[in-house]
């Protein structure tokens, strides 16, 4: 059974009087939620204290990338055991925003991946393509490039521990979304290639949409078979909208 996931990416986004408000309006309107998990995923500045704000709360911390590297001469990097030591649980991998901006390769975010698991924190690897892959019919072999470097160099049963994150890269931040169908294709898509390696790891692996998911849409998402959750950006910083999404998702359950 899948335990769905939904899990707030703040991006570069708050401050502490910002963070302080957000923190207590989703303690209260996520109460004890049951059925899904939640985490948010604030800028590492603030990680620290954010843990101690959601302490005896049922929502996890996660940070937004971790390094490849343990330690060392690495300026501006932060490890996977910094952010375990802080009270993380979930690290995202590969956001489309780094791939883009600091040129991440996919084997550079297959070693932050398994970096990241030796720390004993829960990878979120993102996968997705652009509009001009979409568009050129390239998009299953974007997503298999992406996914296969990391199944690669970690091994299926990695993914025992880990969250995929389907992000199509025109929808984030667009208001764009994927249709359902659009979304639920490419989700079994991934299921499918992870299953061809081990089948039981697939059957297990949680698979989030990821791209302009908000309230209004996420129950038509979140009702397709292989959708167990979503990271969701913009919507994650209005506590009503992000709490919406959750109880979206507490209300599907895998059997
Ligand atoms: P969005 O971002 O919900 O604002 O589209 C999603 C993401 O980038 O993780």
Same mark, same amino acid.
């Given at each position: 059974m899948r335990t769905p996931l939904v899990a707030g990416n703040w991006k570069m986004n708050g401050s502490r009087e910002a963070n302080r408000a957000l923190v207590s309006a989703l303690k209260g309107s996520?109460?004890?939620?049951? =059925?899904?998990?939640? #985490?948010?995923?604030?800028?590492?500045?603030? %990680?620290?204290?954010?843990?101690t704000d959601l302490s005896g709360s049922v929502i996890a911390l996660g940070a937004q990338d971790c390094s490849d590297q343990e330690k060392g001469a690495y300026t501006g990097e932060l490890s996977g055991p910094m952010l375990a030591?802080? =009270?993380?649980?979930?690290?995202?991998?590969?956001?489309?925003?780094?791939r883009e901006r600091q040129n991440e390769s996919s084997a550079?975010?297959?070693?932050?991946?398994v970096a990241a698991q030796s720390a004993g924190l829960i990878p979120i690897l993102c996968v997705g393509e652009q509009k001009v892959d979409r568009e050129s019919g390239r998009t299953e072999n974007v997503v298999a490039e992406q %996914?296969?470097?990391?199944?690669?160099?970690? =091994?299926?049963? &990695?993914?025992?521990? &880990?969250?995929?994150?389907?992000?199509?890269?025109?929808?984030? =931040?667009?208001?764009l979304t994927a249709t359902p169908e659009q979304a639920q294709e490419v989700h079994a898509f991934i299921r499918n290639r992870v299953a061809s390696r081990d089948p039981r790891v697939a059957a297990d692996l949680r698979i989030l949409y990821g791209g302009s998911m908000k309230a209004e849409n996420a129950a038509g998402l979140l009702a397709l078979d292989d959708i167990d959750g979503g990271l969701i950006g913009g919507a994650s910083l209005d506590?009503?909208?992000?709490?919406?999404? #959750?109880? &979206?998702?507490?209300?599907?359950?895998? &059997?």
């Open positions: 996520l109460g004890d939620i049951q =059925g899904v998990d939640v #985490a948010v995923c604030p800028p590492a500045v603030y %990680l620290a204290e954010i843990a030591e802080v =009270g993380c649980r979930y690290v995202i991998v590969g956001h489309s925003e780094r550079w975010v297959a070693a932050k991946f %996914l296969d470097a990391v199944l690669d160099a970690a =091994g299926v049963e &990695a993914f025992e521990r &880990a969250v995929i994150a389907y992000e199509p890269v025109w929808a984030i =931040g667009t208001g506590a009503a909208a992000f709490t919406a999404i #959750a109880n &979206a998702a507490g209300e599907r359950v895998v &059997a």
